[in-house]
């Protein structure tokens, strides 16, 4: 500090309440949504995938930032260093050095998570390559800059201590210019994984309605790139003048608005099956006095649904509808089938993989009646005199 500054009059100027109310309200928003994520891909659709552990740890990350950033307030984040002791500013330092270091990591793991997830919706091998190489990239790029924020001093130590001997740091112009690419690099990123899945599902065969509003779920990380936006914003001025515990107020809070809504737009696809429940509780409710015949694919007249929701069973046609909301379940012959719907893994935004297969059949043999079992080159196929001939082609064993 020049000792010949004079510190400008009045009460303290502070803006840690700002601080703590964002990391506060960040924390609580993931600390509900993240856990609902792991839910219903667990309870409802039965599969937790990479791309949810990956959000699982990014939310850890998330949650331990968000913690040493409330920490570091209370060693002067947020005031003007004339307004702290040399002990307070140096805490405070060293706070603000490890929230970099977790920032990386953590953004790292959501635009991961983000593109394991389309990477599991891609049809295509070209998408699949596309979403390989970005998490490839992402995974490098992250990397290398975790390891330019932890060595840009040497030692370590002079970082958040003005008085190591022997220190050598980067200037001012240099890490400001490292923070401009690494904020540049992610707003594309962002804005990447915002055009990506339009364009793979764009000439998906689906209703246009039902397109527009899954490419609006995932378009919700566009605010993530917004939030990367302001925080370059910010940037600019981030260090300037020695202040760096008050300048980085702005830039710690919207890099804590930056993870958190990242985090949170990538869980909202993954809530589509939990949302379309409760809204088909809620339409049942309204509608429980009304009944409605249902038919299956071949025009069979099914029975009415029940108060439970579960369709009586049609004994003529042996086969019953297990309706219940946000799930379908087909009972043959007393085998109960699980439908693909919108709680299956590729189901959760209203489509699905099919693969046809194509037999040529030339001859078959049948040894054991009508009810037995006949060849079919490596192929068996089980007859049941139960089922019409339409039914007893799905019953491939291979």
């Given at each position: 500090m020049d000792p010949n500054f004079v510190p400008p009059p009045g009460p303290p100027v502070t803006r840690v309440a700002e601080i703590n109310g964002v990391a506060i309200s960040m924390t609580v928003c993931v600390a509900i949504f993240v856990p609902l994520r792991f839910w219903v891909r667990g309870a409802m659709v039965g599969k937790v995938g990479p791309d949810d552990w990956c959000i699982g740890v990014a939310t850890i990350l998330s949650i331990l930032l968000n913690v040493l950033v409330m920490v570091s307030t209370h060693y002067g984040a947020g005031q003007h260093f004339w307004n702290l002791e040399a002990d307070e500013m140096a805490e405070g330092l060293k706070y603000n050095y490890l929230t970099q270091i977790l920032t990386v990591p953590c953004l790292a793991m959501v635009k991961v998570?983000?593109?394991?997830?389309?990477?599991?919706?891609?049809?295509?091998?070209?998408?699949?390559?596309?979403?390989?190489?970005?998490?490839?990239?992402?995974?490098?790029?992250?990397?290398?800059?975790?390891?330019?924020?932890?060595?840009?001093?040497?030692?370590?130590?002079?970082?958040?201590?003005?008085?190591?001997?022997?220190?050598?740091?980067?200037?001012?112009?240099?890490?400001?210019?490292?923070?401009?690419?690494?904020?540049?690099?992610?707003?594309?990123?962002?804005?990447?994984?915002?055009?990506?899945?339009?364009?793979?599902?764009?000439?998906?065969?689906?209703?246009?309605?039902?397109?527009?509003?899954?490419?609006?779920?995932?378009?919700?990380?566009?605010?993530?790139?917004?939030?990367?936006?302001?925080?370059?914003?910010?940037?600019?001025?981030?260090?300037?003048?020695?202040?760096?515990?008050?300048?980085?107020?702005?830039?710690?809070?919207?890099?804590?608005?930056?993870?958190?809504?990242?985090?949170?737009?990538?869980?909202?696809?993954?809530?589509?099956?939990?949302?379309?429940?409760?809204?088909?509780?809620?339409?049942y409710s309204s509608e429980r006095s009304r009944t409605r015949g249902l038919s299956n694919s071949r025009g069979h007249q099914l029975s009415s649904i029940n108060k439970s929701g579960v369709a009586r069973p049609d004994p003529q046609n042996g086969i019953s509808n297990d309706i219940r909301a946000g799930s379908a379940h087909t009972i043959l012959y007393g085998q109960r089938v699980r439908l693909p719907d919108s709680e299956s893994e590729e189901g959760i935004f209203g489509i699905s993989k099919r693969t046809e297969v194509s037999v040529d059949v030339e001859t078959i043999s049948t040894s054991s009646g009508e009810g037995g079992v006949g060849g079919i080159g490596g192929i068996g196929v089980i007859r049941d005199d139960r089922a019409p001939a339409s039914a007893a082609a799905s019953h491939v064993l291979y």
């Open positions: 998570s983000i593109g394991l997830f389309l990477l599991r919706l891609a049809a295509s091998k070209l998408y699949r390559h596309v979403c390989v190489g970005f998490i490839v990239i992402m995974s490098t790029y992250s990397f290398a800059s975790a390891l330019t924020i932890i060595f840009q001093c040497y030692p370590v130590r002079a970082i958040w201590d003005v008085s190591t001997p022997n220190a050598n740091c980067m200037s001012t112009q240099v890490r400001l210019g490292l923070g401009y690419s690494y904020s540049i690099v992610t707003i594309i990123s962002d804005f990447f994984l915002v055009v990506l899945p339009i364009a793979m599902l764009w000439h998906v065969q689906i209703p246009r309605r039902q397109r527009f509003m899954i490419c609006g779920i995932l378009s919700v990380g566009t605010f993530a790139a917004s939030a990367s936006i302001v925080k370059c914003l910010y940037v600019v001025n981030f260090g300037r003048t020695g202040d760096f515990l008050w300048d980085s107020s702005d830039v710690c809070m919207w890099t804590m608005i930056e993870v958190n809504v990242g985090i949170l737009s990538a869980s909202l696809p993954a809530l589509k099956p939990l949302f379309k429940r409760v809204m088909n509780k809620a339409l």
